[in-house]
């Protein structure tokens, strides 16, 4: 429909003329037409939409008997003028159009080569992930998770950077890139915490501190081991995770003892501490940034996943993830001030063997 609207103009500009008196033009509505044409559809249709407003102003000046007076050529100059910027509009508009769509494909690029989307199973685990831009058209920022098989068990990271644009993106590369070679070696949760906060010093010395480099990360790391139901969290002053059960009972695993953030060790130091929860089959562990915990609505009240997903129950991650995502955008009205990142792991439920069908007994029918 809006497509149509420069030759609603058009028309509406000739209708104007013929039940309006004399001293009235339409010439506003005429050259309204390529104006608004130009924005909205291609070069070509562009240029015919001009081609018509200028034999339309022409043609009505033939009707009124007018071709000869000053006002004819002036409003036909005009029109003929605006059209000529009109075309000159669409092709900028193109010209941003496709610089915008090389953007997009390489942020897209960028997103799968820096924060690749886990597998949907990892050591037998059920993986969800989404990431969510605050900033329209923006695939990513400061937000991050990784998922990784190791020989200690499936571990993983959420985690945000302070800060935004290209600095924070440089920063994510680094955690994860830290995170998964540390989760291969490092035996302990504990050690790999200690080897993420050792590459965030490295680069942060490497670009000569803080001003150039956004090496203040809030964190969250979690291990499953194998053959095990529980689950090993290291907090470094990160939202606490979730642990939603099967009964739609909700667990906020916030660490006894808070520490700082990742990349702030000059402010002072002390061992990281792991604790150790029941990971029950059925039960979901959830992970996310503050972009969730932070979202308000009209009224400014904060989003509260606790109250939000208590006495639920999800067919798993991946719905778990969805219905969250569409709660949040009802809540804060559709847009969100942060960017959101999201990590939903399941275990799924213990199959119990089932009852063998009884063996077919031969029957031996008289004759």
């Keep these: 429909m809006i497509r149509a609207l420069p030759a609603l103009l058009i028309v509406g500009g000739v209708v104007y003329d013929l039940v309006s008196p004399p001293r009235f033009t339409a010439v506003p509505l ?45 409003e036909t100059l005009t029109v003929l003028t605006v059209s000529a910027l009109a075309l000159l509009i669409n092709r900028m508009v193109r010209r941003s159009g496709e610089r915008l769509a090389s953007a997009r494909v390489i942020a897209e690029t960028a997103q799968r080569a820096v924060l690749p989307r886990p597998a949907a199973r990892i050591g037998g685990l059920r993986i969800a992930a989404r990431y969510e ?24 990271v959420v985690g945000d950077v302070r800060g935004k644009g290209m600095g924070a993106v440089g920063a994510v590369a680094v955690v994860i890139g830290a995170f998964r070679e540390a989760a291969e070696q490092e035996s302990s949760l504990e050690g790999v915490a200690q080897r993420l906060e050792r590459a965030l010093a490295r680069e942060g010395a490497r670009r000569l501190g803080l001003d150039d480099f956004e090496g203040f990360t809030t964190a969250v790391l979690a291990e499953i081991p194998r053959g095990r139901p529980v689950v090993r969290v290291v907090d470094r002053g990160h939202p606490a995770p979730l642990l939603l059960g099967a009964d739609g009972d909700v667990r906020v695993l916030a660490p006894a003892e808070p520490a700082l953030p990742l990349g702030m060790a000059d402010l002072g130091s002390w061992p990281d501490r792991s604790f150790e929860v029941p990971f029950p089959p059925g039960a979901t562990l959830l992970l996310y940034t503050d972009g969730l915990s932070e979202a308000r609505d009209a009224r400014g009240d904060f989003y509260d996943p606790v109250d939000r997903l208590a006495g639920r129950s999800f067919t798993g991650p991946e719905a778990l993830l969805d219905a969250l995502v569409a709660d949040v955008r009802r809540h804060t009205g559709g847009g969100t001030t942060d960017d959101l990142a999201l990590l939903a792991v399941g275990r799924p439920e213990e199959r119990r063997p089932g009852l063998r069908p009884p063996s077919p007994v031969a029957v031996e029918r008289p004759h």
């Design 30 to 74: 005429l050259a309204a037409a390529p104006l608004v044409a130009a924005p909205l559809c291609t070069a070509r249709a562009t240029v015919l939409t001009g081609f018509f407003a200028v034999v339309t102003v022409i043609a009505l000046h033939a009707r009124d008997g007018s071709l000869g007076e000053v006002q004819s050529p002036t």
């Design 133 to 156: 831009a605050a900033q329209a058209d923006a695939f990513i920022g400061g937000d991050l998770f990784a998922v990784q098989d190791t020989p200690y068990g499936v571990r993983l």
